[in-house]
Every structure is written in structure tokens, then in C-alpha cells.
């Protein structure tokens, strides 16, 4: 997504941005807590799988006595970073669940509708593998690349196709509606799908849903396309920046999203899922943000800065 923004106030702004290389070896079960709040470990009896996660969601070393670090904490880190590395004006949008225990943590902006630009490619995605498993049909290999590419590449001629092909603003209602987004909405133009409108939140519980409810098969899918992002996307922007500044991987991956943010700034986004390698706890984080008056290497820079410390302490 590569369309000037006129920077004007956020809630207008909303309204107008590889396979893996070893195949997913493992799908473990993440036990479903009966509330948001409630913390239930697995059991250590062997379970038939019912999530999606790959073989790296298991902890490096089974040390049962080290706890989780909390969803919250993750939030305040990357709002103490923002603080102290935005310029003047910047609005960020964080949002953070442990897709273990279903914990689930809302910054100060959390729930702040943004301009979805290439984020809208994930919720199409996870629509698309959603209906063609409610109506029994099997995902055909033009649409497996079409979504791999998607997600990879951040190509918006495989989105074009997606969006036109399968009702990408039918798609949008449709997902907010099934997986309860609070703010998620289609555009008002339907042939402009990078104007859906989000928010952090309801990206943290996208990703909440392709890991624990999407059949394993469906969620390899978007985790293996997310795990394969290329370092340049296929308009030429660096795409290895916020949850990716360490570059992508099958344990941390995540769908990026830019838009220019007229007068002289970006939009930028970094949605994604990060694992903590002392406890196998995986975490989606969401990172929304208007960054205006920077150049685009600086709002990367920026991003990428809270990123790394709202994950500082994972072992990743």
C-alpha cells in the first residue's frame, strides 16, 4: 500500500496500507481457558490436536517454574518506549494476548480505529480459509498463492484478486461479526479495501483466532505465509521492521502494513504473533501507529524500538 494520506485527525484518516523453510513439524494444543482471565496449563497427558502452532511454540527448556510474563507488562513496555521515542504527534494503537492462557491486554489506544491498509489482507485471508471450511470446499492451489503472496510479499495485485474474487467487504463484515471485532469495519468505497477501518485490539484477536480456533490445517496456511516475509515487499518497501525487526520466522511473524501520511510522514503497522522460548507461551501483538512529520526509515526505526521492548522480556 503505497496511497498518500492527507494528515488529518486519526478518525477521519481511518475511513480513506513461503512456505517455511522446513514445513510446520508440530501442532500442539493450546488448552482453551474458560474466561479470558483464567490461567489453565496444559495437561501433560498427550491430547489430540485442536490448534494451530508450530514445532517452535514448544518451550527450549522445560522450566515449569518460570512464569509467563503477563500481557500487560508487554503493553506497558511499548507505551514507556513510545514515550520516549515518538516525536510530537505520533499515535499508537498496542494491544497484546497470550494466546496461552487468553489473557488479553489494551493500551491506552488499543481500541482507536486505524486505516487497516495491508492488514486488511490478513482478514480477508482468515475469511477465506473460514467460509471454504464452513461449506466443505478445499482451498485450490490459485488461491493458496494468491495468499501466500498476499501475506509474504505484501502483493497488492494478489490482494486485488482476493478482494474481487472471494467479496473483500462481505468478507470484512463477516469476520468482525463471527470473531465479535468490536471496531473492525469495511470501507466505505468497497473497491478500496486498504481503507477497512481496525483497531490493535481487534488484530490481537484475529491472530487469537487463527492460532486456537482455525482448524491446524487453515492457520498453516497464514502462519507459513507470515513466517516467509520477505525482506522487501513487492512495491520495494523494507518490510523487516516492528515484530519483524528481527526478521521473519516461525517464531516470530507478523503482517506489516504502510501507508505515506501526507504532509510528510507514515502510517506504518506491525501486527503479529511472538513466541517465549522459556515457556512456549506464544503472544499476538499488535502495533498501530501515525507517525507524522518522519522520514520512512525513522518511523521503521521507531517502531521497531518499541517492539523490541514491549518483547525485551521473552526469550526469543
Do not use: C
Request: aromatic content about 4%.
Amino acid at each position: 500500500m503505497s496511497r498518500p494520506r492527507p494528515g488529518r485527525p486519526l478518525w477521519i484518516a481511518a475511513r480513506t496500507a513461503v512456505a517455511l523453510a522446513a514445513a510446520l513439524a508440530v501442532v500442539w494444543s493450546v488448552t482453551r481457558p474458560e474466561s479470558p482471565t483464567t490461567t489453565r496449563l496444559p495437561s501433560t497427558a498427550p491430547s489430540p490436536p485442536s490448534t494451530t502452532v508450530d514445532a517452535l511454540a514448544e518451550p527450549r527448556a522445560r522450566t515449569p517454574q518460570a512464569p509467563p510474563v503477563p500481557a500487560r507488562r508487554l503493553v506497558l513496555a511499548a507505551e514507556k518506549a513510545a514515550q520516549k521515542a515518538a516525536d510530537p504527534g505520533m499515535i499508537l494503537g498496542v494491544a497484546v494476548t497470550d494466546l496461552h492462557t487468553g489473557a488479553h491486554a489494551v493500551g491506552g489506544d488499543g481500541d482507536r480505529p486505524f486505516m487497516a491498509a495491508s492488514l486488511t489482507k490478513l482478514i480477508v485471508a482468515v475469511d477465506v480459509l473460514d467460509q471454504l471450511r464452513a461449506e466443505g470446499r478445499q482451498l485450490t492451489e490459485d488461491d493458496r498463492d494468491l495468499i501466500h503472496r498476499a501475506l509474504s510479499a505484501g502483493d497488492d495485485n494478489a490482494m486485488n484478486v482476493l478482494w474481487g474474487k472471494h467479496d473483500g467487504a462481505g468478507a470484512i463484515a463477516r469476520t468482525a461479526a463471527r470473531l465479535e471485532l468490536s471496531a473492525t469495519l469495511p470501507p466505505e468505497s468497497t473497491e478500496m479495501w486498504g481503507d477497512v477501518e481496525v483497531t490493535a485490539a481487534d488484530m490481537a484477536k484475529v491472530f487469537g483466532h487463527v492460532l486456537r480456533d482455525m482448524p491446524p490445517d487453515d492457520g498453516a496456511v497464514i502462519v507459513e505465509a507470515l513466517s516467509a516475509a520477505t525482506s522487501v515487499a513487492t512495491d520495494g518497501f523494507a518490510q523487516h521492521y516492528g515484530v519483524l525487526h528481527q526478521g521473519a520466522s516461525p517464531r516470530s511473524y507478523a503482517k506489516q502494513a504502510w501507508v505515506p501520511y501526507a504532509p510528510a510522514g507514515y502510517l506504518l503497522h506491525s501486527a503479529g504473533v511472538v513466541y517465549d522460548g522459556r515457556t512456549g507461551h506464544a503472544y499476538a501483538i499488535a502495533l498501530l501507529s501515525i507517525q507524522p512529520y518522519t522520514s520512512e526509515q525513522a518511523a521503521r526505526d521507531r517502531l521497531s524500538d518499541i517492539a523490541a521492548a514491549a518483547t525485551a522480556d521473552l526469550d526469543r
